[in-house]
């Protein structure tokens, strides 16, 4: 009995202690997320700041300082959104860590920008607003304000609720609300805008086609033969020189722009070249790998893992050239007119302003990106590299064929759309190939309504939240873009 006190006092010590390690875990993990906003706010003051050493000279404008801070801060969220869709897949097939794609992807979002981003960049948001209908060069800073300010909170706010959105459409919304708070309704190109709003059926559409088809080859050529790996051996080649084509294709005609401007059928022709000589590469490579490998589905997966990081990468270096205009579009409008006293429709990029923007979506992507890259990879349907490599090579190939039809189109709608696809065919696949197989064996068990709908591949939540997202992104950023704008023009303007 004499032992009994001091075994409870034991006790007594390790629960407190266990309990002094919770609390050490929780704080811990309601920590990180507070020194990544931490860093992103000190990187947004930065670049806010740093905009005096290079603008103006010696005299201070407060309006840049302001335009810089909301440009990174547009950045980051680019960053934390939209980047998601390059890298997504090749961490959802488990081909890419997640350290490994976000590694890949700030290096390549970074190159992209700094080395191949246009020089001139359109600071109405393709043509939303017909620029002589603003007033003066004050209401147009304020209007390119309230755009930057507007569409950054959007995008922050669909990365919050975990909905991969279009950063071009928030910033077109953007453009469009602040234009109509300006100018009025008859300022807005809305053709343009109806182009605009067709792209939210035409991206995912044609993107989730697409990749469907290219699943459905691979299955049928590859997956459903009897010997898999001498299938492999024929077809794999063939379909990393088309990814090589495509994307030399799609690299010539968007990614290169400060080394040579070339039309669509140069570009194609450059396409098949390479496609060529990577097919004359990769045909005995092929067949050395798949020495050896049993002749199992499982096995086929190891082929397709090189040419997946390669078109993840490439994607990321094409998105980096183009899309980061959407964070820096309305801030290089603002500097120019701050600089000259007046507006233009398009306007040269200056150098420190890509760096703002490259740097933020790399800083945005290793704060923040995890989220979205689940998302996208794992979260909507289960992905192989087989899989991942279809939603990457229809991400090019539409947006190739978009630009060729002259449509403008989302690459965050497009990417999405080619996980959509391959979901939805694979339910389809699956229901074809388990009724073929019910009929030609009676002893095969049906499956009852309620168990198959609990089957589906596609998980239907995200993928309304998905789409509610796509449908209101213009909506809703033009609407806090002109409130946003009547606020700033009431107490900041003349």
């Known amino acids: 009995m004499r032992n ?20 050490e875990y929780a704080t811990h993990y309601v920590a990180q997320p507070l020194v990544g906003f931490g860093i992103a706010l000190a990187f947004i003051v930065m670049a806010g700041l740093g905009s005096t050493l290079f ?29 998601a869709n390059n890298m997504g897949p090749a961490v959802g097939a488990k081909v890419l860590t997640m350290g ?41 800073i304020w209007a ?40 009025g309704f008859a300022a807005v190109n809305w053709p343009t805008m109806g182009l605009i709003a067709a792209s939210w ?24 033969q009897d010997d898999k790996i001498a299938a492999a051996r024929k077809w794999v080649p063939v379909l990393i020189a088309i990814m090589g084509g495509v994307f030399g294709t799609y690299l010539a005609m968007k990614g290169l722009k ?24 990769s045909a005995p490579l092929v067949r050395r790998q798949s020495e050896g490998l049993e002749n199992r589905k499982r096995a086929l997966k190891v082929m397709f893992n090189a040419p997946l990081i390669l078109s993840a990468a490439l994607l990321s270096f094409a998105h980096g050239a183009n899309d980061v205009a959407n964070a820096v579009g309305p801030l290089a ?24 923007g490259a740097f933020g979506i790399s800083f945005g992507l290793i704060l923040f990106g995890p989220k979205l890259i689940r998302m996208v990879g794992s979260q909507i349907t289960k992905l192989n590299p087989m899989r991942a490599y279809c939603v990457a090579l229809s991400a090019a190939i539409t947006v190739i064929v978009a630009s060729a039809l002259g449509l403008p189109v989302s690459s965050t709608h497009i990417a999405v759309g080619g996980v959509f696809g391959v979901g939805f065919f694979r339910e389809w696949d699956a229901e074809r190939r388990a009724r073929a197989s019910s009929a030609q064996r009676a002893d095969v068990k049906r499956v009852a309504p309620e168990e ?43």
Request: contains cysteine.
């Open 201 to 224: 059926v035409i991206s995912p559409v044609l993107g989730g086609v697409i990749a469907a088809i290219f699943l459905a080859f691979i299955k049928t050529n590859i997956v459903y």
């Open 55 to 83: 603008f103006g000279g010696a005299s201070v404008s407060y309006v840049v300082i302001a335009a810089a801070a909301f440009g990174a801060y547009m950045a980051v969220n680019i960053g934390a959104n939209d980047v």
């Open 144 to 183: 390119m304000m309230a755009a930057l300010i507007s569409s950054a909170l959007w995008v922050n706010l669909a990365t919050w609720v975990g909905a991969p959105v279009s950063t071009t459409h928030a910033v077109v919304g953007g453009v469009m609300g602040a234009g109509i708070a300006a100018a």
């Open 452 to 494: 198959r709908r609990r089957r589906k591949l596609v998980r239907r939540s995200h993928f309304m939240t998905i789409i509610a997202a796509w449908v209101v992104t213009v909506p809703a950023a033009a609407a806090m873009s002109a409130l946003t704008f009547l606020v700033l023009d009431r107490f900041l303007g003349g």
């Open 100 to 140: 490994g794609a976000i590694a890949i992807a700030a290096i390549c979002e970074s190159a992209g920008a700094l080395l191949a981003g246009g020089d001139v960049v359109s600071t109405i948001a393709k043509g939303i607003i017909d620029p002589e209908s603003v007033a003066n060069s004050d209401v147009f």
């Open 4 to 23: 009994a006190k001091p075994s409870n006092q034991w006790k007594t010590l390790d629960r407190d202690l266990g309990r002094i390690g919770a609390v």
């Open 258 to 281: 400060k080394i040579i401007d070339v039309d669509l059928a140069t570009a194609c022709l450059i396409g098949l070249g390479l496609g060529g000589v990577i097919y004359a590469i």
């Open 333 to 356: 409008a603002i500097v120019h007119a701050e600089s000259f006293g007046t507006f233009a429709g398009k306007v040269d990029l200056p150098t420190w302003v890509m760096v703002i």
